[in-house]
């Protein structure tokens, strides 16, 4: 059931200020694993753009290192598998061997579970991988399923249509159309329900968990187009890599740094758009320029 007293929690407006909580500027005494390492399980043989588009925003807000789970293709003689290819060569910053990470961002670019075939079920296995260290999670797209099966503080990044199927999986009925009608009141009640912090994307983003709820300004109708939750969900990865610490010991909420995440990413957009229209990756080239501008 919904605690009706969530709907009266304060919304705190999120603005650029609000961010600079969530920036750790680097010092000489920093290395690239203090400063954050973001373990990755994105893209798949349907949606590669995905892994491209994550890692790389991922690198452009300033995290230490990249580490990217690729596919499980026992079957190609290739040194490097194909979704390896195909992020090393936009970002040949990133790492493709397995080892300790500070952060996981799961499920950007994945098929839903039962769809897709046989490299959608090795996909998800990989998803295992990130129960072996007890570290903050983003949940997206494919992985939304896992949201409250981790001890670790968790956020999902869902649109509508994936809150809506989510909520009715675990016995909630909702259609997105109700959801797209009221989305602070059911980001609130999927944090209650879920027992996790909730991005719920839209022109308006709201963020709630059982404690708080943050709406953002409205952002460019542009967004709309492919690929732009993968940009997203990688720039929240980062930050939440970067605060692992902090999270973990309660300085700053995951909710916060998502919401730091989500400004980054509507300034950004805005940038690249001037205006008119945009892709997702030119968003990514915006991301360094806006950090920048927010930095206390």
């Not at 043989?45 to 230490?64: D, F, K, W």
């Not at 296995?125 to 399923?145: C, I, T």
Request: charge should be positive; proline fraction near 5%.
């Amino acid at each position: 059931m919904f605690d009706w007293a969530m709907d009266h929690l304060p919304v705190k407006k999120w603005s650029a200020k609000d961010c600079r909580r969530a920036f750790i500027v680097p010092t000489s005494l920093d290395h690239k694993y203090s400063r954050g390492v973001i373990g990755m399980v994105t893209g798949s043989v349907q949606y590669p753009g995905a892994a491209v588009l994550s890692t790389h925003a991922a690198m452009a807000t300033g995290v230490g290192m990249v580490r990217f789970i690729s596919l499980n293709e026992s079957w190609n003689w290739q040194p490097l598998r194909f979704l390896d290819q195909l992020v090393l060569a936009r970002s040949p910053e990133v790492v493709t061997h397995p080892g300790k990470v500070s952060a996981w961002l799961l499920g950007s670019g994945v098929p839903s579970k039962g769809m897709g075939g046989f490299t959608t079920r090795l996909r998800h296995r990989d998803f295992n991988k990130a129960r072996r260290q007890s570290v903050p999670m983003v949940l997206d797209a494919g992985a939304l399923y896992l949201a409250g099966t981790f001890n670790q503080p968790t956020l999902i990044t869902p649109h509508v249509g994936e809150l809506s199927d989510l909520l009715n999986s675990r016995g909630t009925s909702v259609t997105s159309s109700a959801i797209e009608g009221d989305p602070r009141k059911w980001a609130q009640m999927a944090a209650q329900i879920l027992k996790v912090s909730v991005l719920l994307k839209g022109s308006i983003t709201y963020l709630a968990d059982e404690a708080q709820v943050i709406e953002l300004p409205e952002a460019t109708a542009w967004l709309a187009t492919a690929g732009t939750g993968d940009v997203l969900a990688g720039v929240i990865g980062a930050l939440v890599a970067t605060n692992s610490v902090a999270i973990t010991s309660g300085d700053i909420s995951i909710l916060e740094v998502g919401a730091t995440g989500a400004m980054i990413h509507a300034e950004a957009a805005e940038l690249s758009s001037t205006g008119g229209p945009l892709t997702a990756m030119r968003i990514t080239d915006s991301i360094p320029f806006v950090v920048r501008k927010m930095l206390p």
